[in-house]
């Protein structure tokens, strides 16, 4: 009877975690999946979850989003303001299975003209007691020709409400950034409901200095000529660093509100380099950038700032103002979440 007990025991706790994974059950994923994921090394388990995604081993929001969340941006409908940002599905490996999850957009990259590894391993460390990641990947990337292969079944809005957004950066050792962007957009613009330049990583070298006002009107002079040719023309983005002092961001709004050559957009923002007196992890003095609570304020006050510097001009001249930002899951951070969106990129 002990052995009937056992394997009806461990039969009946396979079916609950079974039903709790495919059915997204919160106190599931608390208390069994998180736990046993932290088990793992940060990018092991990082890998795992995008394979899981791509494999479609992922909850499926079987529900229509009300209309009440419904957002319209650059004459695209996004079925709600929640999605998920470049960083997490590197490569374009898993966007199927996480817009089947509920988001309503998933940013895939940063995606390099070149494959390239990344910086060494260990790359990225989790910070518990400060609710924080600090990475330092470096624009690992398959790609451009892998993952415009990966996307070549997606066709712009071919789900409807469901929004693929592209994040292109450029190889460590290039030695002209602007043609890198130039040839993200040649090769996966036209799979693209919009196109984000990431030019503020701290963990490609030199790479935020393309955020200076003239490096910046050269790169998206170039990078919107290049975006006129595509058919339906997919708005550009440009991804901004928090901790920008008062002139960089003039700078940037400057360039952001001219009548020709501007963006259709910003995100804001990217990881941070600071670290806060007030970090208590042993991983604090990591090297990359810092994500999660500690960058909350920080990031609040750069989304005010930009909006603030541009007079929320970008909404009616050119496109609507689209800040995405870290959001954290947690009540305590809700006053961000209509700008929101998920996790952090290195």
């Given at each position: 009877?002990?052995?009937?007990?056992?394997?009806?025991?461990?039969?009946?706790?396979?079916?609950?975690?079974?039903?709790?994974?495919?059915?997204?059950?919160?106190?599931?994923?608390?208390?069994?999946?998180?736990?046993?994921?932290?088990?793992?090394?940060?990018?092991?388990?990082?890998?795992?979850?995008?394979?899981?995604?791509?494999?479609?081993?992922?909850?499926?929001?079987?529900?229509?989003?009300?209309?009440?969340?419904?957002?319209?941006?650059?004459?695209?409908?996004?079925?709600?303001?929640?999605?998920?940002?470049?960083?997490?599905?590197?490569?374009?490996?898993?966007?199927?299975?996480?817009?089947?999850?509920?988001?309503?957009?998933?940013?895939?990259?940063?995606?390099?003209?070149?494959?390239?590894?990344?910086?060494?391993?260990?790359?990225?460390?989790?910070?518990?007691?400060?609710?924080?990641?600090?990475?330092?990947?470096?624009?690992?990337?398959?790609?451009?020709?892998?993952?415009?292969?990966?996307?070549?079944?997606?066709?712009?809005?071919?789900?409807?409400?469901?929004?693929?957004?592209?994040?292109?950066?450029?190889?460590?050792?290039?030695?002209?950034?602007?043609?890198?962007?130039?040839?993200?957009?040649?090769?996966?613009?036209?799979?693209?409901?919009?196109?984000?330049?990431?030019?503020s990583s701290p963990n490609t070298p030199g790479l935020r200095?393309?955020?200076?006002?003239?490096?910046?009107?050269?790169?998206?002079?170039?990078?919107?000529?290049?975006?006129?040719?595509?058919?339906?023309?997919?708005?550009?983005?440009?991804?901004?660093?928090?901790?920008?002092?008062?002139?960089?961001?003039?700078?940037?709004?400057?360039?952001?509100?001219?009548?020709?050559?501007?963006?259709?957009?910003?995100?804001?923002?990217?990881?941070?380099?600071?670290?806060?007196?007030?970090?208590?992890?042993?991983?604090?003095?990591?090297?990359?950038?810092?994500?999660?609570?500690?960058?909350?304020?920080?990031?609040?006050?750069?989304?005010?700032?930009?909006?603030?510097?541009?007079?929320?001009?970008?909404?009616?001249?050119?496109?609507?103002?689209?800040?995405?930002?870290?959001?954290?899951?947690?009540?305590?951070?809700?006053?961000?979440?209509?700008?929101?969106?998920?996790?952090?990129?290195?």
């Amino acid at each position: 009877w002990l052995k009937t007990v056992c394997v009806g025991g461990t039969a009946t706790l396979l079916a609950a975690s079974v039903y709790g994974y495919f059915s997204g059950n919160a106190w599931f994923y608390r208390h069994v999946a998180m736990p046993a994921v932290r088990m793992l090394d940060p990018e092991q388990s990082h890998v795992l979850a995008v394979y899981l995604a791509s494999k479609g081993l992922v909850p499926k929001d079987r529900a229509p989003d009300p209309d009440v969340l419904r957002t319209e941006l650059w004459g695209r409908t996004f079925s709600n303001p929640i999605g998920l940002a470049a960083g997490f599905d590197k490569h374009g490996e898993a966007y199927p299975g996480l817009l089947g999850m509920g988001f309503a957009f998933v940013e895939i990259g940063s995606v390099t003209p070149l494959p390239q590894a990344g910086n060494p391993k260990p790359r990225v460390f989790r910070l518990p007691e400060d609710d924080a990641i600090i990475n330092r990947y470096g624009f690992n990337s398959d790609g451009h020709v892998i993952v415009k292969n990966r996307l070549k079944e997606w066709k712009s809005g071919a789900s409807e409400g469901k929004i693929l957004g592209v994040n292109i950066g450029k190889n460590k050792d290039s030695k002209n950034g602007a043609e890198d962007y130039v040839a993200g957009i040649q090769e996966l613009g036209c799979y693209a409901d919009y196109i984000v330049i990431n030019i503020s990583s701290p963990n490609t070298p030199g790479l935020r200095d393309m955020q200076g006002r003239v490096l910046l009107a050269h790169l998206l002079d170039t990078v919107t000529a290049e975006r006129d040719t595509i058919p339906h023309k997919p708005p550009i983005l440009v991804k901004v660093a928090p901790d920008l002092s008062d002139s960089d961001k003039e700078d940037i709004a400057a360039v952001i509100l001219r009548p020709k050559g501007g963006a259709d957009g910003l995100v804001v923002c990217n990881t941070t380099v600071a670290r806060p007196q007030t970090l208590q992890s042993a991983h604090r003095g990591e090297m990359g950038g810092l994500s999660g609570a500690p960058l909350r304020d920080m990031a609040t006050s750069a989304i005010f700032d930009m909006y603030r510097l541009t007079k929320g001009l970008v909404s009616c001249r050119r496109a609507s103002w689209l800040v995405l930002r870290h959001l954290l899951c947690n009540r305590e951070h809700s006053d961000n979440w209509c700008w929101g969106r998920l996790h952090g990129q290195g």
